[in-house]
């Protein structure tokens, strides 16, 4: 069955700092991949997504992300963290071939000191 | 232009009671997707319609659960005889559908659903 886990529940980091949310998934083949963030009241916002081609894949509000076949990851990164960038972040997987649900992680929520 | 709306926001209803929550989709948009959200977990998926027929239901808990979406637009998720283990966020979502390309999904604000 297909599955995401994002092993951190929650993160804080200083801000200015770098930040990874590690994301790994299960699945048959290579899925379609995204990280989504949820900010408190707010709906969720699509950040980035891969789909196929290059593994570096780059997203809104200075994001990015890295998909590793070998390691079935797809972590989240940003160089420098910005106080309005404390929300809470998931991972989520879709099904090739598919336009159909999206399997998401727990979530890891961010905080960050100023 | 406007965004995925979800009425209402919070609903607050008593054990055994019948709930209806309202999505309305990006215009344009033929799928419509509802997840469910429980405290401190990532959004589970429900159904989805392409149009208004329902493509995938497979993630309805029970038959307390169905949606329709009777005119391919406006969507209503009811649930029958609430529980309060059905007290989560319900998520709406909607997105074009093209052939061989996956077309993102939109999501509006929730509805906050407490059954006491």
């Known amino acids: 069955a297909q599955s995401v886990t994002q092993p951190d529940i929650h993160i804080t980091v200083s801000e200015g700092a770098s930040l990874e949310l590690r994301c790994n998934y299960s699945y048959g083949a290579t899925p379609y991949l995204f990280w989504y963030v949820q900010s408190p009241g707010q709906g969720l916002q699509l950040l980035l997504k891969?789909?196929?081609?290059?593994?570096l894949v780059q997203g809104i509000k200075g994001f990015e992300a890295e998909f590793k076949r070998s390691q079935s990851s797809f972590n989240l990164r940003k160089p420098s963290v910005h106080w309005s960038d404390a929300a809470e972040y998931f991972c989520a997987v879709g099904s090739r071939g598919s336009q159909g649900n999206l399997i998401f992680g727990k979530g890891t929520k961010l905080s960050v000191k100023p | 232009g406007a965004g995925v709306s979800q009425t209402p926001s919070n609903k607050v209803t008593e054990k055994g009671k019948y709930v209806e929550l309202r999505c309305d989709p990006i215009s344009g948009h033929t799928a419509l997707y509802w997840y469910r959200q429980s405290l401190g977990q990532g959004p589970e998926f429900l159904i989805y319609?392409?149009?208004?027929?329902?493509?995938?239901d497979s993630g309805l808990p029970n038959d307390r659960f169905f949606a329709v979406r009777p005119e391919g637009s406006v969507s209503t998720l009811k649930i029958q005889r609430t529980e309060r283990g059905d007290s989560a966020v319900y998520l709406c979502?909607?997105?074009?559908?093209?052939?061989?390309?996956?077309?993102?999904?939109?999501f509006g604000p929730g509805t906050r659903l407490t059954v006491l």
């Open positions: 891969y789909f196929s081609g290059d593994t």
């Open positions: 319609f392409q149009g208004t027929g329902a493509a995938d």
């Open positions: 979502a909607s997105s074009l559908v093209g052939s061989g390309t996956y077309n993102e999904q939109f």
